[in-house]
């Protein structure tokens, strides 16, 4: 492969989400599923470098959820990121409620949570927090 492509979104994502907001019978081409690929990758490289053009201005290393909202917000993206901000205070607020779940005093509990690794735990959590839904218009 080479440097382009290693740069893209999984065209296999790109082409699920897309079959996912069309009707079931719709087909989407290979030539439709690699631009969108583009433009999908293009949308996250832009509001990114604008989240880490504010970190560095703060001298941060990490970009964190907010400023990624606060990119979408500068950039114009207002009803994206109004989404994204609810999305990710129901996030938080169930990663939480999951560090304060108690764990259980006898040994069995406490090696099973053990074995959950960081992903696992993760994926339980998002799991639980609704998608936000995000409508496309094609102008």
Known sequence: MDDKQDQLLPIANVGRVMKQRLPPTARVSKEAKQRMQECATEFISFVTGEASSKCRTENRKTVNG???????????????????????????????????????TDKVNKDEESSHTGSQAAQQQTEQIPEPTLEFRFL
Not at 75 to 81: E, I, M, P, T, V
Not at 91 to 96: D, G, I, T, V, W
């Open 66 to 104: 907010d400023d990624v909202c606060w990119a979408l917000s500068s950039l114009g993206f207002d009803d994206y990121a109004d989404a994204i901000v609810r999305y990710l205070h129901k996030y938080r607020e169930a990663e939480k409620a999951n560090q304060k779940k108690p764990t259980g």
